[in-house]
Structure formats: structure tokens, C-alpha cells
């Protein structure tokens, strides 16, 4: 009997944990948005540099600080490569950042993009954004910029709300795909 009950114990807390998952897996058009530009071209467009994302979160007394989520831009860059953009190395880029004494904190100037696609041989240069929950550990909102090198055009434009978990990483591709294939 104490087999049968714990048999169902089990089955009772994997199907909710299944349901758990199923529920937050999938982004609603509320929480997930993705804007192409027309001046967008996949076969132009293929070679990207991926910005370490920076986010905000808070300490316990509720104040903001300064994030950087290099596993997250990580995990952005290997979903793009997947689709099929060539992505050049983080440290590369970190490296060309540093010889020309620019951050990474999302102020670059047209001029700053133009030198950085010269020298590493790219056409975008992606940024992202993170805000954490002040509450608990999950990000409130994600916001993925994908910058043209030559004119510092907005090509894409991505924001993901109410996230829970990093499956959104997916989502956000699958949603990205969608809008430009």
C-alpha cells in the first residue's frame, strides 16, 4: 500500500511540475514583442557581435545596482548561431572595446560603432538589457537590441516580459525566427 501511495505521490508531483513548466514555457504577444526594421536584411545582416548584457538589480535593502549577465548573452549568441548569424568571440570584441577605450554600457556613439564593425568584421552588434525582480531572483523584463554597424539603426527590436526562468533565451529566438524567415 505504502508502494501505491507513493507511486501516486510522485506521478502527482510530476505532473504538476510538468504543468509548471508548460504554462511558463510559451509567451503570450503581451510578453513577448520582436520589431523588425525594413531596412533589415538576413543575407546583409549575418555576422554579430554579442554585448555581455547588462542588467539592474537590487540589493536587500531595495537598491539598484549594476549587473553583467556574460551566461545569459552567452546563451542569446549560441540560439543566433543556431539560425544561422556568424557570431565573432566575446573576448574579441572585449579586447577591441578596451584598445578603443569604450564601455560596454550601451552609450556608443555612431562613430564608435563604425570603428568597432571596421575592426571586427561585423554588421550588428547586439545589446541586451535585464531588469531583475525586486522581489525575487527571476528578471522582470529583457530588452535585446540588434544595432546596424554602419548607419546605428535599430534593426531589431526585442523585449520580453514577465519571465520566469531563462527559457525565454528560446522564446525570444523562436520568436525572432518567425519574424524573419
Do not use: W
Not at 552609450?107 to 541586451?128: C, E, P, Q, R, T
Request: proline share 2%; glycine share 4%.
Amino acid at each position: 500500500m505504502k508502494k501505491i501511495i507513493a507511486i501516486f505521490t510522485m506521478l502527482f508531483l510530476l505532473t504538476g511540475c510538468y504543468t509548471i513548466y508548460k504554462k511558463n514555457s510559451a509567451f503570450n504577444s503581451k510578453e513577448l514583442s520582436v520589431i523588425v526594421s525594413p531596412n533589415f536584411n538576413f543575407n546583409k545582416h549575418k555576422k554579430l557581435a554579442v554585448i555581455p548584457f547588462k542588467g539592474k538589480a537590487y540589493d536587500a535593502q531595495q537598491a539598484p545596482y549594476v549587473i553583467v549577465e556574460e551566461q545569459i548573452s552567452d546563451m542569446f549568441a549560441t540560439q543566433l548561431m543556431g539560425i544561422g548569424f556568424s557570431i565573432v568571440e566575446r573576448t574579441q570584441l572585449q579586447r577591441i572595446l578596451s584598445e578603443l577605450q569604450l564601455s560596454t554600457s550601451g552609450l556608443l556613439s555612431k562613430s564608435d560603432l563604425n570603428k568597432i564593425g571596421k575592426l571586427m568584421d561585423v554588421d550588428i552588434l547586439v545589446m541586451g538589457n535585464l531588469d531583475k525582480n525586486k522581489f525575487n531572483l527571476s528578471y522582470q523584463t529583457a530588452t535585446i537590441k540588434f544595432i546596424d554597424i554602419e548607419t546605428g539603426e535599430i534593426l531589431i527590436n526585442m523585449v520580453c516580459t514577465n519571465i520566469f526562468g531563462r527559457q525565454y533565451i528560446t522564446a525570444m529566438t523562436d520568436a525572432l525566427i518567425a519574424k524573419i524567415k
